[in-house]
């Protein structure tokens, strides 16, 4: 699902109105209607009151024709302006004449006062202030208004975005950010949504349709995309009936070191899981029970060395290596690293120490095969680029990075973002309980497997951390957050491969009683 600008939403909505030949009144109207009816379908009727601030602007519009309907059916609406400016938009205007036909409790105009209505803690608020527009930081009296909202602990319904939210920077205070509990989206995901220094401006949200025109869609280019299920399912390569082992490929994993060899066995386990054909590991030579006790299905090559990696020598031929993984940073470790990237060709997957040691030694970047994936946390991230000042510019600079490296880039997280080129794919997949060790050496195995089969570097990422997260996802309904741990992970990816194709169940019709 594509991601756009707010300068792209804009021209969404002209295209829209002129294809359908509809007004920018009649557009609102639709947006208005469709939140109305999500309320609507939820609360039934209760009478719980409704506190709907509306700015003066198009979001305030739609936050007066939410207030008219819901007068209309019978609800305890009250409505307010937030009011601190004569630059009223049309269609503001047109509505707020509109809800005046429907009651004669006409909106309430809050003035640049503190003059904040009493909200208890069981009512609930919509949040219709500001929109997508938003250029500047909130006046103190709307900031006042916002932690108002927030002392109120009310459940809070925001308005396609909760206001005071840019849609393409950070906020510089969050008190001047309405904090949500929910937002309903207008037919695109935002950015903000997904981004840590953002995203805690609304617990949950989802997209309300408004007949966004399909066709300006389809056609415009995107810096970012929403990764799901229906993005991925294409770019899965069934398996023939006559294929064999050698068809899908040879994982070769590197690392390890006295301590660390976990997380080698679940790199492998990983990368067998997902389908590779054969998986060898790399490991010192402390680690060779373990490797063949606990995963027999791999083939183990060790280093001349018991406790680390000090010279990678093999005389297999590898589809693609995973290196990185429990490798550690001695010197001869990271010797041994340089002397390997300096011959060879093979594609790489890079991970954990492997990032760390070509962090202390830029120059070796440029000894990485092309379009190599490398799969930071944000710590490792950080001694690759550099400090950023906030998401936007942490995303600025690690596009920057992959353009001048070749490389892609996965930056690990709640919403693991990775950067190709000129794009940002957020993955919609994963949970709490996949902050646990050995996690990210899974999602190594994992793209290091899918390289292998013959998916290509962008796909083998995109598509092996949708899996990640989602097997995490099934996991978690019979772990819980606590106790998933790395290895769930792996035990789930075949019913995360089973989930693909599973059809969504049709919706069960209500027997009358007799």
Known sequence: MKIFSKEQIYEGDRITAA???ITSTDLMERAG?????????????AQVPIHIFCGIGNNGGDGLVIARHLISHGYNVITYVVNCSDKRSKD???NYDRIKTVTKDWPILLSCNEDFPSINRDDII???????GLNRAADKWVKNLFMHFRKSEAYTLAVDMPSGLYADQVPEDEDGVVWANHTLSFAIPKLVFFLPDTAKYTQQWELIDIGFDQEYIYNTNTDAELIGKYEVLP??????KFAHKGTFGHSLIIGGSYGKIGAVVLASKAALSIGAGLVTSYIPKCGYQVLQSSFPEAMVITDVDENNITKITYDISPTVIGIGVGIGTSKETKLAFEAFLK???IPLVVDADGLNILASKKSLLKLLPEYSVLTPHPKELERLIGKWSDDFDKLKKTKTFCKKHKVVVVIKGANTITVFQDKFYVNS???PGMATAGSGDVLTGIITGLLAQGYDPLTATLFGVYMHGRSADIALEDYGYQSLIASHIINYLGEAYLDLFKQPE???EEQTPQ
């Open 92 to 94: 503001f205007l047109i």
């Open 235 to 240: 770019m899965y390569k069934p398996r023939e």
């Open 33 to 45: 209607i469709q939140i109305f009816n999500w309320l609507h379908l939820r609360m039934q009727g």
């Open 429 to 431: 997949t994963g949970n």
């Open 126 to 132: 919509v949040d219709a202030v500001f929109g997508i």
């Open 19 to 21: 294809k359908q030949n």
């Open 506 to 508: 049709p919706p069960q």
């Open 343 to 345: 011959t060879n060709k």
